[in-house]
């Protein structure tokens, strides 16, 4: 099955340096806001309180927060969840309340409201805890992408393929990470898994064209680098969006139908499967051209001389 009924011929080597240009802007934007307003961190990584509290009825998301208020807790963060009768509650960091003294107090502001009131999920996460969870998160990533760049270098034989790579990669996070700061949204560990989500799935998208790179190469060894890597993404185009677009309906029923629960993973995984879509396109492969790649360093083992009589 094809997405376009005719072989496409988009010379996109010709406009990368417009994609340079406009992913420097965005990554640039994307920086600067995470350097000067940063993350609206969950209680992941910052420590507090989480509860799930089940109402007989309808509940009132601002009374429910101004009698936590009233109670004592500090900035407390309210949302309905699953049902109207569904509240979402976290609570910043309290060292000096025990677990038992915060269900208790969460109880008894809430019974005012509501006596059938049912607390079905209290965690607290501690500070210490979440400061654990940050550096695993930091060092998943590093890890995922010193992996990537081995795997891309054993198996393309040139480090031209895994630089381009590897900044494809690290593009795609980045633009997720300015989307949470300036919208402010919460930032959890289904963010943190949506983003290496993404990283795998563009790299998948990276290799296909990767690989359709080494094939035209050694059918194609007297075409300009240039030309090889145009015929090799418009061959792979069809399957790219039509992988993409199916992809995007399902994360938009979650982000749109999810409800708050789902809502940062769904978004992350919704911008890193757009920023993606050209990344594996005008990142990886234009990168790899700028680097001077060539159908030598693709096959090593095959010097100039012997693929002159290739056919």
Same mark, same amino acid.
């Given at each position: 099955?094809?997405?376009?009924?005719?072989?496409?011929?988009?010379?996109?080597?010709?406009?990368?340096?417009?994609?340079?240009?406009?992913?420097?802007?965005?990554?640039?934007?994307?920086?600067?806001?995470?350097?000067?307003?940063?993350?609206?961190?969950?209680?992941?990584?910052?420590?507090?309180?989480?509860?799930?509290?089940?109402?007989?009825?309808?509940?009132?998301?601002?009374?429910?927060?101004?009698?936590?208020?009233?109670?004592?807790?500090?900035?407390?963060?309210?949302?309905?969840?699953?049902?109207?009768?569904?509240?979402?509650?976290?609570?910043?960091?309290?060292?000096?309340?025990?677990?038992?003294?915060?269900?208790?107090?969460?109880?008894?502001?809430?019974?005012?409201?509501?006596?059938?009131?049912?607390?079905?999920?209290?965690?607290?996460?501690?500070?210490?805890?979440?400061?654990?969870?940050?550096?695993?998160?930091?060092?998943?990533? $590093?890890?995922?992408?010193?992996?990537? +760049?081995?795997? #891309?270098?054993? *198996? !393309?034989? %040139?480090? &031209?393929? @895994?630089?381009? =790579?590897?900044?494809?990669?690290?593009?795609?996070?980045?633009?997720?990470?300015?989307?949470?700061?300036?919208?402010?949204?919460?930032?959890?560990?289904?963010?943190?898994?949506?983003?290496?989500?993404?990283?795998?799935?563009? $790299?998948?998208?990276?290799?296909?064209? +990767?690989?359709? #790179?080494?094939? *035209? !190469?050694? %059918?194609? &060894?007297? @075409?300009?680098? =240039?030309?090889?890597?145009?015929?090799?993404?418009?061959?792979?185009?069809?399957?790219?969006?039509?992988?993409?677009?199916?992809?995007?309906?399902?994360?938009?029923?979650?982000?749109?139908?999810?409800?708050?629960?789902?809502?940062?993973?769904?978004?992350?995984?919704?911008?890193?499967? #757009?920023?993606?879509?050209?990344?594996?396109?005008?990142? @990886?492969?234009?990168?790899?051209?700028?680097?001077?790649?060539?159908?030598?360093?693709?096959?090593?083992?095959?010097?100039?001389?012997?693929?002159?009589?290739?056919?």
């Amino acid at each position: 099955m094809e997405f376009f009924s005719h072989q496409t011929r988009f010379p996109f080597m010709a406009t990368r340096r417009v994609w340079y240009t406009l992913s420097a802007v965005l990554i640039a934007v994307s920086l600067s806001s995470y350097f000067t307003r940063g993350l609206n961190l969950a209680i992941d990584f910052t420590g507090g309180v989480s509860a799930e509290v089940n109402f007989s009825r309808a509940a009132d998301v601002e009374q429910v927060r101004n009698a936590l208020t009233a109670a004592g807790f500090h900035e407390p963060e309210v949302q309905n969840f699953g049902s109207s009768r569904d509240i979402a509650i976290r609570l910043p960091p309290d060292a000096k309340l025990a677990p038992t003294e915060v269900r208790a107090r969460l109880e008894g502001a809430l019974k005012q409201l509501d006596p059938s009131v049912q607390v079905a999920q209290l965690d607290v996460v501690g500070p210490q805890v979440g400061n654990e969870l940050k550096m695993s998160a930091l060092w998943a990533l $590093l890890c995922t992408l010193a992996g990537i +760049f081995i795997y #891309i270098a054993m *198996r !393309f034989h %040139t480090w &031209r393929l @895994s630089f381009g =790579a590897i900044l494809a990669v690290l593009h795609d996070p980045i633009l997720v990470l300015g989307f949470f700061s300036i919208t402010q949204m919460s930032f959890d560990l289904a963010v943190v898994a949506a983003i290496l989500a993404v990283i795998g799935y563009s $790299l998948n998208d990276t290799v296909v064209v +990767f690989d359709r #790179i080494r094939e *035209r !190469f050694e %059918t194609n &060894r007297r @075409s300009p680098p =240039a030309t090889v890597l145009d015929e090799s993404i418009n061959q792979t185009l069809s399957r790219t969006i039509m992988t993409k677009v199916v992809t995007s309906i399902v994360v938009v029923a979650l982000l749109f139908l999810g409800g708050p629960v789902l809502k940062g993973f769904s978004a992350a995984l919704l911008i890193g499967i #757009i920023a993606g879509t050209y990344s594996s396109i005008y990142i @990886s492969s234009a990168i790899a051209l700028d680097c001077g790649l060539t159908a030598e360093h693709v096959f090593p083992s095959v010097k100039k001389a012997a693929l002159d009589h290739l056919p």
